[in-house]
C-alpha cells in the first residue's frame, strides 16, 4: 500500500500541468471540436444556434 501512495505522490508532485499548457490544451479542444460539428449546426444551410451548440458540446466531449 506504500508504494501506491507513493506514486501517487510523486505523480501529483512531478507531473502538473503549466498553466500555459492547460490553457494551450483547452483552446486546441474548442477549435477541433468547433471543426468537428460546424457542418452540424443546423438542416441544410439553415443554422440554428441551439442544434449547434448541442452537436458542439457532444464535439468537446469526444476530442
Known amino acids: ?5 507513493d506514486l501517487i505522490d510523486k505523480i501529483k508532485k512531478y ?5 500555459a499548457e492547460l ?3 483547452v483552446i486546441s ?4 471540436a ?5 457542418s452540424e449546426w443546423g438542416p441544410g444551410k439553415d443554422v440554428e444556434l441551439g442544434y449547434g451548440l448541442f452537436n458542439f458540446f457532444n464535439a ?3 476530442v
Do not use: C, W
Open 60 to 62: 468537446v466531449l469526444i
Open 29 to 32: 479542444v474548442l477549435v477541433i
Open 15 to 19: 507531473y502538473r500541468f503549466t498553466p
Open 34 to 38: 468547433f471543426v468537428i460539428s460546424f
Open 23 to 25: 490553457r494551450g490544451f
Open 1 to 5: 500500500m506504500g508504494e501506491i501512495v
